[in-house]
C-alpha cells in the first residue's frame, strides 16, 4: 500500500536555528497538505498545495514559516528561526485533489526545540 | 466555519460497541463529516465518512440525523488495539478549510 513518506521522524535543535522537513505524497496525489499537532490536541493545517500552488496559507506563521513544492511532488517545510513554541509533531498529508475528504497522513516529524 | 465538540475521553471494556458522538452545529449543506484514529506518534488514519443518515464499512458506522448537526462513530465490539484518539472532521467545503475536532481518547480495557 502507497505512504506517505516524512523525513527526518524526528528533529532536535536550539531555538534560533533554522530546520527543514521533507514530505513526499502519494504517487498521483495533487493536493498536499502540511499539519502542526501540539501534544494533546487535534492537527491544525498550516498549508495547503493543489500541485504546485498554494490553495490556503492563511494559518501558516509566515514571519519564520515557509513551504514550497516546487515541482508539484515533494514538499518541504522550513522554520527560520526556531522557537521553544514551535516543539510539535508536524504532519504531512496527501489526497487526490482538493476537498477530498480521505487525506493519508504521513508518519509526522517530531521537532523538539532547546 | 464548523466547529466540532466531541468528549474528552471514554473508556470501554473489550467486546463493547463504542459510541463517540460529534457535534458540528454549523456545518454547511455541502459540508461532509469524516473520522479518523490516532495511535500515538503515528498520522491520522482515515476511518469513516459520511453525508447523512447511516453509513457502514468493515470497521465502522456513522450514524448522521436528519439536521445534520451531529454525529455519531460506532466501532462494535471494541479490542485492546482500538485505544486510540479518535477526531472528528468537517471539511469546509467552499473555504479548504479543514478542521479537526478536540478529539476523542479511547481506552479499551480488558
Known amino acids: 500500500e502507497a505512504e506517505v513518506a516524512q523525513s527526518p521522524r524526528y528533529k532536535i535543535t536550539e531555538k534560533s536555528q533554522a530546520v527543514a522537513f521533507w514530505c513526499d505524497p502519494i504517487?498521483?496525489?495533487?493536493?498536499l497538505y502540511w499539519y502542526r499537532q501540539i501534544l494533546g490536541q487535534g492537527p491544525e493545517l498550516l498549508v495547503q498545495?493543489?500541485?504546485?500552488?498554494?490553495?490556503?496559507d492563511s494559518q501558516l506563521p509566515k514571519d519564520r514559516f515557509s513551504a514550497e513544492r516546487l515541482k508539484g511532488v515533494d514538499s518541504t517545510l522550513k522554520i527560520q528561526p526556531a522557537e521553544l513554541g514551535d516543539s510539535a509533531m508536524y504532519l504531512c498529508a496527501s489526497s487526490t485533489r482538493l476537498l477530498q475528504e480521505t487525506q493519508y497522513f504521513g508518519p509526522g516529524t517530531r521537532l523538539l526545540v532547546l | 466555519l464548523a466547529k466540532t465538540t466531541q468528549p474528552i475521553s471514554m473508556d470501554s471494556y473489550e467486546g463493547q460497541e463504542v459510541n463517540i458522538t460529534c457535534s458540528h452545529n454549523?456545518?454547511?449543506?455541502?459540508?461532509?463529516i469524516t473520522w479518523y484514529q490516532q495511535f500515538p506518534s503515528q498520522g491520522p488514519r482515515f476511518i469513516i465518512q459520511?453525508?447523512?443518515t447511516k453509513v457502514t464499512n468493515e470497521v465502522a458506522s456513522l450514524f448522521i440525523p436528519a439536521d445534520r448537526k451531529s454525529s455519531t462513530l460506532s466501532l462494535p465490539r471494541v479490542s485492546l488495539s482500538d485505544t486510540a484518539v479518535y477526531y472528528c472532521l468537517v471539511v469546509a467545503s467552499g473555504t479548504y478549510k479543514y478542521i479537526f475536532g478536540t478529539g476523542t481518547r479511547l481506552k479499551v480495557l480488558a
Open positions: 454549523n456545518i454547511a449543506t455541502n459540508d461532509y
Open positions: 459520511g453525508y447523512k
Open positions: 498545495f493543489q500541485d504546485e500552488s498554494v490553495v490556503d
Open positions: 504517487s498521483g496525489h495533487a493536493t
